[in-house]
């Protein structure tokens, strides 16, 4: 199974700085079937990116993807105080489906 | 609009079987492939299985095989997930989630349910 490690495991930041997440696969996602998701408390994650870097739905252009094989980044330009969550990659390349374990983005 | 609706809590003991359900509005039900995922409490995302609507097909992660069935009903567009001789290790909230893309089973999971919270306790 694909195995996904996120970095950092904590992100402390403030209102308007950039933040940059990490995602790297042990082995390389095909055809970047790479999704990120947002979580925050009490509530069911929500799909922020799609294949690699395609922004779902509603998404704010705020949020961008990028990357490919084994190493994928999310990236949030401008922080605004609803970002501050959970943030899971996820591939949906092979079978199992894995999620990484996930970056606490939080208030600095 | 299209959501998942998901039933509500359980408290179950161990030993015993707990089956959640999963109901569909807004959208073409056999259109899309349904997900399981859990959450343990403070912990991260689990993948389980899928199911096909449109045909029952079903596929599971290999950590669930034979304690876990996952089937639909067309006729009230709900899917259902059923894990058999829980422990406290299976406590967690379930979430079903759809697929984003008609008849993709190669795809993210566009669209989630509210989430179960299952409860093991003696």
């Known amino acids: 199974e694909i195995v996904l490690t996120q970095s950092p495991g904590t992100l402390s930041l403030s209102p308007g700085e950039r933040a940059t997440l990490s995602c790297r696969a042990s082995?390389?996602?095909?055809?970047?079937?790479l999704a990120w998701y947002q979580q925050k408390p009490g509530q069911a994650p929500r799909l922020l990116i799609y294949?690699?870097?395609r922004r779902a739905t509603g998404i704010p252009d705020r949020f961008s993807g990028s990357g490919s094989g084994t190493d994928f980044t999310l990236t949030i330009s401008r922080l605004e105080p609803e970002d501050f969550a959970v943030y899971y990659c996820?591939?949906?390349?092979?079978?199992?489906?894995?999620f990484g374990q996930g970056t606490n983005l939080e208030i600095k | 609009q299209e959501q998942l609706v998901q039933s509500g809590a359980e408290v179950k003991k161990p030993g015993a079987s707990v089956k959640v359900s999963c109901k569909a509005s807004g959208y073409t039900f056999t259109g899309y492939y349904i997900h399981w995922m859990r959450q343990a409490p403070g912990q991260g995302l689990e993948w389980m299985g899928w199911?096909?609507?449109?045909?029952?097909?079903?596929s599971y992660a290999q950590k669930f095989q034979g304690r876990v069935t996952v089937t639909t009903d067309t006729s009230i567009s709900t899917a259902y997930m059923e894990l058999t001789r829980v422990g406290s290790d299976d406590t967690a909230v379930y979430y079903c989630?759809?697929?984003?893309?008609?008849?993709?089973?190669?795809?993210?999971?566009?669209?989630w349910g509210q989430g179960t919270m299952v409860t093991v306790s003696s």
């Open positions: 294949g690699a870097s």
């Open positions: 082995q390389s996602v095909s055809s970047s079937y």
């Open positions: 989630a759809r697929t984003r893309t008609l008849s993709a089973l190669v795809d993210a999971f566009h669209m």
């Open positions: 996820q591939q949906y390349d092979t079978s199992p489906r894995t």
């Open positions: 199911v096909n609507p449109n045909s029952g097909d079903a």
